[in-house]
């Protein structure tokens, strides 16, 4: 308050009425402005705010009381912003060596010498093939998706030098978030960018991989944020179609289907919903195996058998994991078809991104010849390359698409997911979650000797898992022939054990801003809309995402991998797709309840961060 505001000083009370008086001393003239001053501003005045009342005190206060430390001290929020940088310091001393993926420094004198330019609040549209990295969520250890695209920004000039070395400088967002090894077609990132130069999309990409992509960059809101703008999403999922083929009949999980339906009555119900399919077992082992075990002496036909057999029905040891004789078989089931190392259908290796693959080369290595191998392992491969080629096949009929189809209509509208995620239970309100579409594409593709079948989904969002999940109790209803029903019992309370189909054939589509958008043309900006680049986005989905999803299958037979380990280990966790229901399977007694280690892979409760949307 200025000096010429404070009211007059009235005369103390012991003053004489007579007296004549006195003109105060300028000194106490000031500090009686202050003490009314400091009155006011307690009262909720027109005084100074605390702190703020002399010159050079701004954002500084001064520590009080008994045994205080002398002089200023940063105000909270800098204390804050302290406290954040010496965590990211520590982290990236101490846990990654000095060398971070999500923080790039540059010395004082290169942020100095960097001219200022202003920074605008945009959306960032983009897409990307997640092979070879670890999600798309930046962090100091891995090499992700965003951890590139920042320093390409860093590169291209749209984040100064300054903001470099922390991307929440720059209030980094992203709409939906996307596990290791997941592709997406259309992602979002909402943060503050220098978008002066015209060319700053072409700059940017030109500091990125192939596989990487920036489609536009559009001004928003300031306060937009495309997490919480974001309406809804988009996902796709592809599968070879044999993944709807029924259990072999010699696996675990065959035979008690098979038992259980003879033993409820409900065998002729249970073989007209697999009509179609009805034989196809048969004639793989009449035109594909037999002629193998035919050219076998007795001897060596009989170990073949065995050993056959014994990796149809494989126990689980005291620790959860296979017994040792069939941990050996396994590590061969994954080599049978191609003379090529397979990772461990139980911990699924990272691949190399496409830039860093070489080329196979045909000379260097010869491969394995007969002779290294007995008759009766060269036999057994033979049998299972066989198996996986009578696999692959395969052509679906229409008639089983349709009961796919059928089985993806459960879950439109509201539900409760808490059995097609981890760590939810029944009671969380968070596991409820709306889905507005899922279609199955009634006409496959063919890729090389595989056909592909497309699945897509529409929904508000989706937790951890969910979306694999749905996939995988919607094709085990479907190709165990068991009844739809068990859909909606997954809604229940009762906790069932739903594997997870593989990553692999995962894809974020887009994700929708219908409401935003709606109000961005009263802001004068342009709505979030994929569209535009639409011819890009195909272009790049058949050269960087949907050809990695090929190879990658074609090579490991992921899916062959996955339903294997589901249908022949011998456990009750998955006997919910028997006559007997859910009750004909082991239900966790609580989330801490430890899974068999060879089933955390298909169960995903180790929690892997395979995330669709970060909610």
């Known amino acids: 308050m200025a000096s010429d505001e404070i009211p007059a000083v009235a005369p103390g009370p012991d003053a004489s009425s007579s007296a004549t008086p006195v003109a105060p001393d300028s000194n106490d003239s000031q500090n009686n402005a202050d003490r009314s001053q400091n009155r006011n501003g307690k009262r909720g005045g027109r005084g100074r705010e605390r702190g703020n009342d002399k010159p050079g005190a701004q954002g500084k206060r001064k520590h009080g009381g008994f045994g205080s430390a002398k002089g200023s001290v940063p105000d909270k929020r800098e204390q804050v912003r ?152 988009w996902y796709e999922y592809l599968m070879p179609s044999y993944s709807l083929l029924p259990p072999q009949p010699q696996s675990f999980l065959g035979k008690k289907i098979l038992e259980s339906a003879k033993e409820k009555g409900v065998l002729e119900e249970h073989l007209e919903r697999l009509d179609d399919v009805t034989g196809f077992w048969d004639e793989v082992e009449k035109n594909d195996i037999e002629p193998i075990l035919a050219r076998l002496s007795p001897e060596v036909r009989a170990e073949v058998v065995r050993k056959l057999q014994d990796s149809n029905d494989k126990e689980l040891a005291e620790d959860g994991q296979p017994a040792k004789n069939d941990q050996e078989e396994a590590s061969k089931d994954a080599t049978a078809d191609k003379d090529v190392e397979m990772p461990d259908a139980a911990e699924p290796q990272p691949e190399k991104p496409a830039e860093e693959a070489k080329p196979v080369e045909e000379t260097p290595q010869e491969p394995k010849s007969e002779k290294e191998l007995s008759p009766v392992d060269a036999a057994v491969r033979d049998i299972k390359a066989a198996y996986v080629a009578a696999k692959r096949r395969y052509r679906i009929s229409p008639a089983r698409i349709e009961r796919l189809q059928q089985a993806l209509n459960l879950y439109l509208g509201t539900h409760n997911y808490h059995n097609y995620t981890v760590m939810k239970s029944f009671k969380d309100a968070s596991a409820k979650r709306h889905i507005k579409s899922f279609e199955a594409n009634t006409t496959p593709i063919q890729i090389g000797d595989t056909e592909w079948l497309s699945l897509k989904v529409h929904g508000q969002s989706f937790m951890m898992h969910q979306i694999r999940k749905m996939v995988a109790m919607a094709v085990m209803v479907v190709r165990c022939g068991a009844s739809l029903d068990l859909i909606k019992e997954s809604y229940g309370p009762r906790r069932i054990s739903i594997p997870k189909a593989p990553g692999l054939g995962l894809m974020l589509e887009r994700p929708m801003f219908t409401e935003y958008n709606k109000r961005a043309a009263g802001f004068d900006k342009e709505p979030i809309d994929f569209s535009k680049y639409e011819d890009q986005i195909i272009k790049f989905k058949d050269e960087h995402i949907y050809r990695r999803m090929f190879e990658v299958e074609e090579k490991e037979n992921s899916f062959h991998l996955f339903f294997n380990q589901v249908d022949n280990f011998r456990t009750d966790y998955f006997l919910w797709v028997t006559a007997g229901g859910v009750d004909a399977s082991h239900e966790r007694s609580d989330r801490t309840e430890r899974v068999p280690k060879a089933l955390e892979a298909e169960l995903g409760d180790e929690a892997d961060g395979v995330v669709e949307d970060g909610t």
């Open 82 to 233: 302290n406290n954040r940088d010496a965590k990211r310091r520590k982290v990236i001393d101490e846990e990654v060596g000095g060398k971070s993926f999500m923080s790039i420094e540059f010395t004082p004198d290169e942020i100095k010498a960097e001219d200022r330019r202003p920074k605008r609040k945009v959306a960032v549209l983009i897409g990307y093939a997640g092979t070879g990295y670890h999600g798309i969520q930046i962090n100091h250890k891995e090499k992700t998706i965003e951890g590139d695209i920042f320093a390409a920004f860093v590169a291209a000039g749209a984040i100064s030098k300054a903001n470099a070395d922390d991307p929440k400088k720059s209030s980094l967002v992203r709409c939906a978030r996307t596990d290791k090894g997941v592709h997406a077609a259309g992602n979002v990132l909402s943060l503050k960018l220098i978008v002066e130069d015209e060319d700053i999309v072409e700059k940017i990409n030109s500091h990125l991989p192939e596989q990487i992509r920036i489609w536009g960059i559009q001004r928003t809101v300031n306060a937009f944020s495309c997490y919480q703008s974001c309406d809804s999403r």
